[in-house]
């Protein structure tokens, strides 16, 4: 007992220094728990993905399509249960920078393969009913006042034209890591118009999207599904939803490193601030530790006392930095919603913010504990006065 009040009253007996070193270091434990999040959420799509939900897709680029006729003969492939068909549709809500990811899809069998996406029986009956309806995630709709019955415009990049479109239903998350801004809408709608516009570019798919009786079958089915269309005109590449998912985000492996290293170098830096302080401190009560010596304290209690010091701020700036980290996610995933679907902070993150922490006061104490706990007795007296 006597120890924990030696520990509490020397870390905030000089109480600006205190004060400012806490400060610096719940400022860096959340820089670092933000930096974490954003990583987080760049691999959101991986960690929605289901282990029993293929991907077929042309195998040169995403860019080329697939024949409608290869759905029958995927279908006949062992452990395939369903098959549905999309397209990217790449659409523009009335400008550019009203981003959203959009695609055509086959209603009924595409939203069996997720059932993560909610909606309303009536609303996802009107979907299905509805060639010209469509769906949208909630944080979409949000986004821009959309209610169901609305008529959406957009303009196709991909495929030329107006798409005037009626928002039937409004779908919301299984799962809090389940991406709500997302829009579909009939794939047939998409191929009848092209049937009509372009006959070249009908009867297309972009992809297609395959679940699986098990997922232990999945290696076994790809290599089935591609051996089907080995040296035709479109041969496919079949792969897991979670790699088609790290794929993406392969494509932005520079930027993910960067931020990595950053969030690194924030915590160094703070770790080499906290070492400073701590060090200054144990210089100044170089004396207090070899009178503590003569009055029969030990090695041990020294090492304590100090060690402890050191933890308390550290831990003390870590459970500030994480208590902030969370309004900030939230008001950062408010700003970025239209780039970022979610921006929450995952367990993970809470983990290495204290980890962190106690790393930040290990390394800061470690080297002024030592010095704490040898000191000579009369080396240490000599510097009274």
């Known amino acids: 007992?006597?120890?924990?009040?030696?520990?509490?009253?020397?870390a905030f007996r000089h109480k600006l220094r205190s004060t400012l070193t806490v400060l610096g270091i719940a400022v860096?434990?959340?820089a670092f728990g933000l930096l974490r999040t954003l990583i987080g959420a760049w691999y959101l799509g991986v960690e929605a993905s289901a282990a029993n939900r293929l991907v077929t897709r042309n195998a040169i680029s995403l860019v080329f399509s697939l024949p409608l006729s290869y759905k029958d003969r995927i279908k006949q492939v062992d452990g395939v249960e369903k098959v549905s068909i999309g397209n990217w549709f790449g659409g523009i809500y009335i400008d550019r920078k009203n981003f959203f990811p959009n695609f055509a899809v086959e209603p009924e069998s595409y939203l069996e393969l997720y059932p993560e996406l909610v909606i309303p029986p009536q609303q996802k009956s009107a979907f299905v009913r509805d060639r010209r309806g469509a769906v949208a995630g909630a944080n979409l709709a949000e986004r821009f006042g959309w209610q169901v019955g609305d008529q959406i415009t957009l303009q196709g990049t991909i495929f030329p034209g107006d798409w005037d479109l009626v928002l039937r239903g409004i779908y919301r998350g299984l799962r809090p890591n389940t991406d709500q801004t997302q829009f579909f809408f009939h794939w047939d709608y998409l191929n009848e118009t092209m049937k009509k516009t372009a006959p070249r570019r009908a009867d297309q798919v972009g992809f297609y999207?395959?679940?699986?009786s098990h997922p232990d079958q999945a290696a076994e089915a790809s290599a089935a599904i591609d051996a089907l269309f080995k040296n035709s005109l479109a041969e496919t590449l079949t792969e897991t939803e979670k790699a088609f998912q790290l794929s993406f985000v392969a494509m932005s492996g520079a930027?993910?490193?960067?931020?990595?290293?950053?969030?690194?170098?924030?915590?160094v830096i703070i770790m080499v601030v906290a070492a400073n302080t701590m060090a200054m401190t144990a210089r100044e009560r170089i004396a207090e530790y070899a009178t503590l010596k003569?009055?029969?304290?030990?090695?041990?209690?020294?090492?304590g006392a100090v060690f402890g010091e050191s933890m308390l701020i550290a831990l003390s700036g870590g459970a500030l930095g994480l208590l902030l980290t969370y309004p900030a996610a939230a008001e950062i995933g408010r700003m970025l919603a239209q780039f970022i679907p979610v921006f929450r902070v995952p367990p993970e993150t809470v983990w290495l913010d204290l980890a962190a922490a106690v790393t930040v006061g290990f390394v800061a104490g470690i080297f002024t504990t030592w010095r704490g706990a040898t000191i000579n007795i009369a080396e240490g007296l000599r510097r009274i006065g």
């Open 1 to 10: 007992m006597f120890l924990l009040k030696l520990i509490v009253r020397n």
């Open 28 to 30: 860096a434990i959340l």
């Open 209 to 212: 999207m395959i679940g699986l």
């Open 255 to 267: 930027i993910i490193t960067a931020i990595r290293i950053v969030s690194i170098v924030v915590i």
């Open 294 to 303: 003569t009055l029969g304290f030990g090695a041990h209690h020294i090492a």
